[in-house]
């Protein structure tokens, strides 16, 4: 009997002991913010997605009463950004912007050279927005005016054409892959040290077709270089709205790059909830939406369960994707 007594005296205190600190914790995430918020940004200043960054910053500032600072972390495709984060405190006050390619692309084209896991070592936040990216050809070399009679021309032609990509394993890469595998063709692969050397011998038709970001291949449309037939993205392209959407006539298809806010796996759900409703609730403003296109980008904003599967469900497509294809890294 006292061995009984015993045992439930230590359980009522260990009992005690935590309900005493839920309350410490509630409160705690009921303050948030009440200091400086850290966002870490793993690219360069001065690109579109270190833009969408500082938007966010700028609303969570303006909204909260708290200094949000911008922390360029640049190096190794994002993956020195995003490893920094995965290793900070998990209390809400450092937060990151993840993309396509640390949480994605790069992790299953080599999946034991980054410090994290693309997934499980962050909590998701929302998912920013996205870039749509355009199929385009070469506007005299190719027939095809649509996206079927571009299959056809593929199909009459296997493995005989060759589509440019601003390098092995970027996203251009890996979304012109899938398109191959999802209509059953074949091209050749011509990887590039960026987008500007590949969209030169595109247009100089050294290459026939790409899947290029609309922000450096829309203008070679526009000035009649090449031949626009379809856009990556979760809606019409508001630079180019008859443009149809590629995933309404490829089954499967599924591309945008995209920019997320995330934070350290393990920070409070209360805490990742009101950062969650706050972004989400700035990014439906007509202010947020007009800024965003200005940089190319197509805002999206969902909850945080959302981003976390929408995380998951990427990084398997594109493992998926990559082993398909034998894709291997430079």
Do not use: C
């Amino acid at each position: 009997m006292l061995k009984v007594i015993k045992h439930f005296n230590t359980a009522l205190l260990a009992l005690t002991a935590l309900t005493l600190g839920v309350p410490h914790a509630l409160a705690q995430d009921a303050n948030y913010p009440n200091k400086p918020i850290r966002l870490i940004v793993p690219v360069p200043p001065g690109g579109a997605a270190d833009g969408m960054a500082r938007l966010v910053a700028e609303h969570l500032q303006s909204k909260w009463g708290q200094p949000v600072t911008v922390d360029n972390k640049p190096g190794a495709g994002s993956a020195v950004g995003l490893g920094l984060l995965a290793k900070s405190p998990a209390d809400g006050y450092t937060i990151g912007l993840g993309n396509i390619a640390a949480n994605a692309i790069n992790p299953a084209l080599q999946p034991t050279a980054f410090s994290y896991h693309p997934v499980n070592d962050f909590a998701a936040i929302t998912l920013v927005g996205v870039t749509p990216l355009v199929l385009v050809v070469h506007a005299e070399k190719v027939p095809a005016k649509t996206i079927p009679e571009f299959i056809a021309y593929l199909k009459a032609n296997p493995g005989k054409l060759a589509y440019g990509s601003s390098g092995v394993g970027s996203s251009l890469h890996i979304a012109m892959e899938l398109f191959l595998q999802k209509t059953d063709t074949k091209m050749l692969h011509v990887p590039y040290k960026g987008s500007a050397p590949m969209m030169t011998d595109l247009i100089g038709g050294q290459v026939i077709a790409s899947m290029d970001a609309a922000a450096t291949s829309w203008p070679q449309v526009q000035a009649g270089k090449l031949r626009a037939l379809g856009v990556a993205g979760p809606e019409k392209a508001f630079f180019a709205p008859d443009l149809p959407l590629l995933r309404d006539l490829v089954p499967g298809f599924d591309v945008k790059p995209w920019h997320g806010l995330m934070a350290p796996a393990g920070t409070p759900p209360a805490i990742v909830n009101k950062l969650s409703l706050e972004v989400q609730a700035y990014l439906r403003t007509p202010e947020a939406r007009a800024k965003l296109q200005d940089k190319g980008i197509i805002r999206v904003g969902n909850t945080a369960a959302e981003f976390q599967a929408f995380m998951a469900a990427e990084f398997d497509t594109y493992k998926k994707v990559i082993q398909s294809a034998g894709i291997k890294a430079d």
